[in-house]
């Protein structure tokens, strides 16, 4: 069973980086046939997709925070991390990573709990 | 890359029916079979209940359906139950590796 595990920077200052990490247990991260992503939720609000990684080097990124984020991968620790740079409180969310499989093609199957970020000063 | 338009919220009695509509562009739902649907407890993780438009992960009941027609997708929750009270989003692939979810719409049972 596919299991991820989120950890995060927690609290964070105005102008600072935020950074959140995802362990992956039960799947290889670089196996074919599998992708894995960010989603963020602020507080009361909607979902919105951040990332998408294809076997742990082509990344593409929501062009709301392109120029803010970086995603990295730790394949002997098979998990990846997002940062993201000059946050606002508009950054203010809980951050999900997510698997998309090939059997559900464009849809994300599988979710972390989430962890919670909040940037203020 | 704007937001899919959900309604904010539907409600229904137990044993009836609701549908949420989930409307967005040509360059996502319009363009491309790759609707899914999330449902969401509060303060839980979302998971997938619709993928591919119509198609249901293993697991969710058959009382959950969906479609889409032009730009507009729908989910059909029939025969309402207590448990299906959640907030439920729709999510669209909008092309070169990028997607975008709808606001949400909060399901009440009356």
């Known amino acids: 069973q596919v299991r991820l595990q989120e950890s995060g920077s927690g609290l964070v200052k105005p102008s600072q980086t935020l950074a959140v990490t995802c362990a992956v247990s039960?799947?290889?991260?670089?196996?074919?046939?599998?992708?894995w992503g960010w989603i963020r939720q602020p507080p009361g609000k909607g979902l919105e997709w951040i990332s998408y990684?294809?076997?742990?080097?082509?990344?593409y990124f929501n062009p709301s925070v392109e120029s803010r984020v970086t995603v990295s991968v730790d394949r002997s620790k098979n998990q990846f991390s997002l940062t993201l740079t000059s946050v606002t409180a508009a950054d203010t969310a809980v951050y999900y990573c997510?698997?998309?499989?090939?059997?559900?093609?464009?849809?994300?199957?599988?979710w972390g709990q989430g962890t919670m970020v909040a940037v203020s000063s | 890359q704007s937001a899919l338009t959900q309604p904010r919220s539907v409600s229904g009695s137990p044993g009836q029916s609701v549908t949420i509509s989930c409307t967005g562009t040509?360059?996502?739902?319009?363009?491309?079979?790759?609707v899914s649907w999330y449902r969401q407890y509060p303060g839980r993780a979302p998971k997938v209940i619709i993928y591919?438009?119509?198609k249901r992960p293993s697991g969710v009941p058959d009382r959950f359906s969906a479609s889409k027609s032009g730009n507009t997708a729908s989910l059909t929750i029939s025969g309402l139950q207590i448990e299906d009270e959640a907030d439920y989003y729709c999510?669209?692939?909008?092309?070169?590796?990028?997607?975008?979810f709808g606001g949400g719409t909060t399901v009440t049972v009356l």
């Open positions: 999510c669209s692939y909008a092309g070169s590796y990028s997607w975008v």
């Open positions: 591919e438009v119509t």
């Open positions: 990684s294809y076997l742990g080097d082509t990344t």
């Open positions: 040509s360059g996502d739902i319009g363009g491309y079979e790759y």
């Open positions: 997510v698997r998309e499989a090939e059997s559900t093609d464009r849809a994300f199957d599988v």
């Open positions: 039960g799947a290889s991260i670089t196996s074919p046939g599998y992708s």
